[in-house]
Structure formats: C-alpha cells, structure tokens
Nanobody
C-alpha cells in the first residue's frame, strides 16, 4: 500500500513556473516507478514523466524541455518542476506509484490530484 499526497498546484500566468510535490507514505526505493500524469478537461489522462527506483527518468514528448521530474529520497518525495507554462498545460496533475510485488499483480496508486491553471 502507498498513500500519495500532492501539493503545489495553483493559478499561474503563461510563461510562469510551478513545482509540484508528491509525498509517499513509504520509501520510494520500495516503489518500482513513480510518475506524473495530467488530465485536461474532456481528455484522457496522459503520462508526462516517470522515474524508477534506480533514478532513471523518462519523459513524454509534451514534457521534454520544460518539465523535470526529480526525487528526494530522504523525504520520500517526487517533484515535477514545470517551466514556461502555457494555457494548454491547464489540467489536473496526478502522482502515480507503480509496484510490482512478489506473488501479486502489478499495483497502481494515485494521489488525489492537484489543479494547475495557466491563464492571464
């Protein structure tokens, strides 16, 4: 079981920056992969970035160059730094934890989501 608590969303002007935080209830070394997703109004949830427990990162094309995923192992926290924000980035942003457990199927856990609105 993993509980994920997100924070950092809000209203920002185009060109601005936000840093989202996702605090996990257990050591992120025990989580196979963590990631950030977003869901815009009327659209499906989309993957933005992932980081494995070994520290390997991957990005969707929409996130490359502007978004950075990182982690603080001591704080059990994963971050998403978002720069040069555009109105098209407006969405609910979700933190995800993926676990592959011995004797179990793969499990997904989600945070509650945090709203990001990019508008003048």
């Amino acid at each position: 079981q993993v509980q994920l608590v997100e924070s950092g969303g809000g209203l920002v002007q185009p060109g601005g920056s936000l840093r989202l935080s996702c605090a996990a209830s257990r050591s992120i070394f025990t989580i196979n992969r963590m990631g950030w997703y977003r869901q815009a109004p009327g659209k499906q949830r989309a993957l933005l970035a992932t980081i494995t427990n070994g520290g390997i990162t991957n990005y969707a094309e929409s996130a490359k160059g502007r978004f950075t995923i990182s982690r603080d192992i001591i704080k059990n926290t994963v971050y998403l730094q978002m720069n040069s924000l555009k109105p098209e980035d407006t969405a609910v942003y979700y933190c995800n934890a993926l676990l592959t457990l011995l004797g179990r199927s793969t499990e997904d856990y989600w945070g509650q989501g945090t709203q990001v609105t990019v508008s003048s």
